[in-house]
């Protein structure tokens, strides 16, 4: 994903003001594909702009603001200097759930903690489970936050007191349960072991995988022998997850079983296992990733040149005669 464009020149406010009125018309009619005007006057909006895109979205039809909400949120993914959290912030009552949903993902890159609050409300009382999940997921980030001292403390332990409610509801739906799993992996909550081994025992695939995405996220080599186990998969969900995790984990001894992944027909496995190479380093992984980059394959060739700056990077500057030289 491309976060790197490059910034536009600030409008003035009269600019600024009439590209917002072409863009709002512009909408209202069906014939111009949302993701074909002009989104960036939408970015970064005030109060009283605000106002004037909420009125346009009343009028709105529910397949057109759909549409429009997925417009800005992938615009928003290739534009770094875009931002539409005031209107994702906004959205996050609306009464259509797909919205809700929708608006919680376009905050993926939000940190301001007064987003805390809406999200624990979401999870804690939105009848929707797709909404409850979206915003189980969005609050990790801020238990990542506050094991990084980025954010108060208090405000850490109340998003993991509301992830630890979530998990512990009797008839939670078992994707919120798993999305709420992996967010509190972001932390160090003492339930944490336990919670995560217990899913992992579940019979439910959902719960299991998710409990492989924790055990990654957590940091914690009691999990390698699990993970280690589970890349032998058959399952390309849970494949996926433990080639990840063995990564996150810099299981060395999994290192054989990413290189032979490398030829997996599943791109999305075989990408997984070079970052992973990259993650945990050596010659065996370093041989595998250059001949991965001397690959005709474009896409093949730049995920691992991704990971071999990875492995640079992590190895330091003291290994690296070791690590490309020797035989």
Excluded at 12 to 35: I, K, N, Y
Excluded at 266 to 274: G, P, S, V, Y
Aim: charged share 25%; net charge negative; with cysteine.
């Amino acid at each position: 994903m491309d976060r790197w464009s490059t910034p536009r020149a600030p409008a003035v406010p009269g600019q600024r003001q009439a590209s917002l009125q072409r863009t709002l018309l512009a909408l209202q009619d069906l014939a111009h594909p949302a993701a074909g005007v002009d989104l960036n006057a939408l970015s970064d909006l005030n109060r009283e702009q605000l106002g004037q895109f909420t009125q346009i979205w009343a009028g709105l039809g529910a397949e057109r603001r759909r549409e429009l909400l997925a417009a800005l949120i992938e615009f928003a993914e290739s534009h770094v200097d875009a931002s539409f959290a005031p209107i994702c912030r906004w959205l996050l009552e609306d009464d259509d759930p797909l919205i809700r949903a929708q608006a919680i993902e376009g905050l993926w890159e939000e940190e301001d903690v007064r987003l805390i609050s809406p999200l624990i409300r979401c999870l804690a009382h939105d009848p929707y489970p797709d909404v409850r999940a979206a915003a189980a997921a969005s609050l990790g980030r801020f238990l990542l936050l506050g094991e990084y001292g980025q954010i108060d403390a208090g405000a850490a332990r109340r998003v993991e007191a509301a992830l630890l409610a979530a998990c512990q509801i009797e008839d939670q739906d078992v994707w919120v349960r798993r999305r709420a799993l992996e967010a509190l992996a972001n932390g160090s909550a003492r339930e944490l072991p336990q919670m995560i081994l217990d899913a992992y025992q579940e019979v439910d695939d959902i719960l299991r995988v998710g409990a492989v995405f924790a055990m990654g996220r957590s940091a914690d080599p009691q999990w390698n022998r699990i993970v280690l186990a589970e890349l032998s998969a058959q399952e390309s969900a849970m494949l996926f997850e433990a080639v990840r995790a063995s990564g996150e984990l810099e299981i060395e001894e999994a290192a054989p079983e990413l290189i032979r992944l490398l030829g997996d027909e599943d791109i999305e496995i075989r990408d997984a296992a070079i970052w992973a190479l990259g993650r945990i380093g050596g010659r065996e992984a370093w041989r595998a990733l250059k001949a991965c980059a001397a690959s005709a394959d474009d896409d093949l060739a730049e995920a691992a040149e991704d990971a071999l700056a990875e492995l640079t990077f992590m190895a330091g500057d003291d290994a690296m005669p070791g690590l490309f030289f020797q035989a």
